[in-house]
C-alpha cells in the first residue's frame, strides 16, 4: 500500500513532467501502473522504487511517466473529427494553399499512431486534388515507447477493428502472422517525435492544421490555458484546431473560437479567420448522398447502411422495399415468379368426371401463376372467371368485384368480372359459366353433394386444395 507522503511525492513529479494531475482517489492506478516497473526491475515493491526515484534516477522517471500516460486510441476515433476535415477542412485548404501547395498537419499526443494514419488515408483518397502538393503529417508523443509502435504501423486483430472500414484495411494492409502492418506508402506519410507538451513549441515550426484531442483533460486549468495559448502561436488565422468530445476552449481560452454549428473544431479568434463552407458536412452529417458516396471528392470512408435499413427504392435500384398496399403493383426485389403455379390444377368447365366419382370444384378461366408477395401475378381464384390484377401479399381474404355474386363452393352464382386478387387466401371464387351444383344460392354451407349439371347424380364435390397459407406460416420457397 502506497502511503500518502510517496503518493504526493510521486504524482507532483508525474505533473512536472507531463502535465498529468493524479488526484488522491487515482492511488489504486498509479500502484497498478507502477508494480510492472518494480517487478521488472527486481524491486521488492513500490517503497523501493519510490526511494530510487527521489535519488533522482532519471531513467526511471521517465519509465514511470510513460506508464502512466493512457495511450487509447483508435482508427477514425469519434468519426465527427474527420468528417469535419475531410468536408469541410480539406476543401478549404486545397483551395486556400493553391498558390503555396504546401500544408502541414500536427497530431499531438499521436499514441500508437492510428490518428495521423487515419488522416492519411484520407489524404490518399484526395491524391488527384493533391498532385504535386508537399503534405506533412507530424505525430508526437511523450511516450518513446508508444511512438516505436506507431512508426512500426503493426497492429493486432482487435485494434484494426476499431473503427476501421473493412475496404481500407484491405486496400492499406497486410497481414503478417497474426498483426496487419499499414503500407509502406501510408507510413512515409508521417513523422513521428517523441515531444512533451509543456516545452517550447516553436522549435516544431507552423501549421495549417492541429489535432490536440482527448489530452487537455488530464491537465489542470493554467496548463490547459497554456498549451492552447501557445498552439495558437503556431498557426496562421486560416488554422484549424481539433479537440477531443470532452474537451472545450470555452471559459479556457480566448485564442480560439468554435466553428458555427460545429462541436469539437475550432477556429482562431482572429479577423482573418475565413468564412467556410460547411454544406457538404451538414448534408452528410443529415445523411445525404455526400455520406454514402466513395470517390475522392468524399474520401470513400463511409459504411453503408445494412439492407435492413436502407430507403426502399424498389427492384431497378436493388433496394428491399415494403410490400405493396393491395391491389397496388410492388415494387420489391423479389425472386422472379416462374410459369409454374403452386396450386394443384383444377377441371376445366363442366368437366368434373364420370358418375359417382369425387370431383374438386370446377373453374373456368385460365388457372396463371401464384405471385411471390409483391410481385404481379395472374392468379385466379377457384372456380372465378377473369384475370387477377396485381397481387399483394398476406392481405385479408376479400371477394371478387363484378356483375356476379360471389358464392362459396357448392353454392351456384353468375360469372362475374375478377378484380385485383390477392395470393394466400381461403378460397372465395365465384362460380365460373360451368356451375358445379345445385345448392342454397348465397349461403355459406359445407360443400353439398348434389346433381352436377356435368357430372353423376350423386357427385360429392370437394373444396379447392387452395388453403389459407399465411395461416400455416410462409410458403415454401423452393416451390
Given at each position: ?273 475565413p468564412e467556410v463552407d460547411l454544406t457538404a458536412l451538414e448534408k452528410a452529417q443529415a445523411g445525404g448522398t455526400a455520406a454514402a458516396s466513395s470517390g475522392a471528392a468524399t474520401g470513400g470512408l463511409t459504411f453503408q447502411k445494412p439492407k435492413h435499413m436502407q430507403t426502399a427504392a424498389g427492384a431497378a435500384t436493388g433496394t428491399a422495399a415494403r410490400p405493396a398496399a393491395p391491389g397496388t403493383a410492388g415494387t420489391t426485389t423479389t425472386r422472379p415468379t416462374t410459369s409454374s403455379t403452386t396450386a394443384r390444377p383444377f377441371g376445366t368447365a363442366g368437366t368434373t368426371g364420370a358418375a359417382g366419382t369425387t370431383a374438386r370444384p370446377t373453374t373456368t378461366g385460365t388457372t396463371g401463376t401464384t405471385a411471390r408477395p409483391g410481385t404481379t401475378g395472374t392468379t385466379t381464384r377457384p ?97
Amino acid at each position: 500500500m502506497m502511503k500518502p507522503e510517496d503518493f504526493d511525492f510521486v504524482s507532483r513529479l508525474i505533473k512536472s513532467k507531463s502535465g498529468l494531475v493524479l488526484s488522491e482517489d487515482k492511488t489504486y492506478l498509479l500502484e497498478s501502473r507502477l508494480m510492472p516497473i518494480a517487478r521488472k526491475r527486481g524491486m521488492k515493491d513500490l517503497g523501493e522504487l519510490i526511494g530510487a526515484m527521489r535519488g533522482g534516477d532519471r531513467q526511471l522517471v521517465e519509465d514511470v511517466v510513460d506508464a502512466m500516460t493512457t495511450n487509447e486510441s483508435f482508427f477514425f476515433r469519434d468519426t465527427k473529427p474527420f468528417d469535419q476535415f475531410r468536408h469541410v477542412v480539406l476543401p478549404h485548404m486545397i483551395k486556400a494553399r493553391a498558390s503555396k501547395r504546401h500544408l502541414r498537419i500536427w497530431c499531438a499526443a499521436a499514441s500508437s499512431g492510428q490518428e495521423p494514419y487515419s488522416l492519411a488515408m484520407i489524404l490518399d483518397e484526395f491524391k488527384s486534388q493533391l498532385s504535386g502538393w508537399r503534405v506533412e503529417i507530424i505525430g508526437t508523443d511523450i511516450s518513446r515507447e508508444i511512438l516505436t509502435k506507431a512508426r512500426a504501423g503493426m497492429y493486432s486483430q482487435f485494434e484494426v477493428q476499431r473503427g476501421l472500414p473493412i475496404n481500407l484495411l484491405v486496400k492499406y494492409f497486410q497481414k503478417k502472422e497474426d498483426q496487419w502492418q499499414i503500407s509502406a506508402d501510408i507510413r512515409s506519410k508521417v513523422q513521428y517525435k517523441e515531444f512533451n507538451l509543456l516545452e517550447d513549441f516553436r522549435p516544431l515550426g507552423q501549421f495549417d492544421i492541429v489535432y490536440c484531442r482527448n489530452v487537455l483533460i488530464y491537465f489542470d486549468q493554467p496548463t490547459k490555458s497554456d498549451v492552447l495559448a501557445r498552439v495558437s502561436a503556431l498557426m496562421p488565422d486560416d488554422g484549424f484546431l481539433f479537440l477531443g468530445g470532452a474537451e472545450t476552449v470555452l471559459g479556457i481560452s480566448d485564442k480560439f473560437k468554435p466553428l458555427a454549428r460545429q462541436r469539437g473544431i475550432y477556429q482562431l479568434n482572429r479577423p482573418g479567420a475565413p468564412e467556410v463552407d460547411l454544406t457538404a458536412l451538414e448534408k452528410a452529417q443529415a445523411g445525404g448522398t455526400a455520406a454514402a458516396s466513395s470517390g475522392a471528392a468524399t474520401g470513400g470512408l463511409t459504411f453503408q447502411k445494412p439492407k435492413h435499413m436502407q430507403t426502399a427504392a424498389g427492384a431497378a435500384t436493388g433496394t428491399a422495399a415494403r410490400p405493396a398496399a393491395p391491389g397496388t403493383a410492388g415494387t420489391t426485389t423479389t425472386r422472379p415468379t416462374t410459369s409454374s403455379t403452386t396450386a394443384r390444377p383444377f377441371g376445366t368447365a363442366g368437366t368434373t368426371g364420370a358418375a359417382g366419382t369425387t370431383a374438386r370444384p370446377t373453374t373456368t378461366g385460365t388457372t396463371g401463376t401464384t405471385a411471390r408477395p409483391g410481385t404481379t401475378g395472374t392468379t385466379t381464384r377457384p372456380s372465378g372467371t377473369g384475370t387477377a390484377g396485381t397481387g399483394s401479399s398476406f392481405s385479408k381474404p376479400s371477394g371478387s368485384t363484378g356483375t356476379g355474386s360471389t358464392a362459396r363452393p357448392g353454392s351456384t352464382g353468375t360469372t362475374g368480372t375478377g378484380s385485383t386478387g390477392s395470393t394466400y387466401r381461403r378460397p372465395l371464387g365465384t362460380a365460373g359459366t360451368g356451375t358445379t351444383g345445385t345448392g342454397a344460392g348465397g349461403t355459406p354451407p359445407r360443400p353439398s353433394s348434389g346433381t352436377g349439371n356435368t357430372g353423376g347424380a350423386g357427385g360429392t364435390t370437394r373444396p379447392s386444395s387452395t388453403y389459407d397459407r399465411s395461416r400455416f406460416g410462409k410458403p415454401d420457397d423452393k416451390k
